[in-house]
């Protein structure tokens, strides 16, 4: 038989509902950089993709969904621990990302966010010249000066 009320897992649930932070809860994630971009990876299993809204304003990326309960009149619920409503997760972006270029594909409930890195915040080469060398525009003809002397 299948106990239908346990005291203890509903106070584990109200205390986890009262301290949670930031919807981690409902829509956790990882977040790591790979070569010239990061990766963004949320688990949403259940959610319909036409609910998820990804945002950007300023600094801010701000993604959202929903998972709707699915239910009937005549159901007895047994077990309910997957949660439903709305979820948001919000990451702040340095100045370092390309935010025209983000992209975000949604694959076997795990929505993968790809933010790229700007130009001007890739690792570039500088050249160093020697002091006293000529720079390649003050390159001077060796025989114009001496056929001018």
């Not at 990876?41 to 309960?69: E, F, K, N």
Request: aromatic fraction near 6%; charged fraction near 25%.
């Amino acid at each position: 038989m299948v106990l239908g009320f346990d005291p203890f897992r509903d106070v584990d649930r109200l205390v986890d509902a009262m301290f949670a932070t930031g919807g981690v809860r409902g829509m956790p994630m990882d977040l790591y950089r790979s070569g010239n971009h990061y990766v963004l990876h949320c688990d949403l299993a259940g959610i319909d993709p036409g609910s998820v809204d990804i945002s950007v304003d300023g600094s801010l990326l701000t993604i959202t969904a929903q998972r709707s309960t699915r239910t009937a009149d005549e159901v007895r619920w047994l077990a309910r621990e997957r949660p439903t409503g709305t979820f948001t997760r919000q990451v702040g972006l340095s100045e370092d990302v390309d935010a025209d270029r983000i992209a975000a594909t949604y694959t076997d409930g795990v929505l993968t966010v790809t933010i790229p890195v700007a130009e001007s915040a890739k690792p570039r080469k500088i050249t160093v010249s020697r002091t006293g060398e000529p720079r390649g525009d003050e390159l001077v003809d060796a025989k114009a000066i001496s056929t001018a002397a």
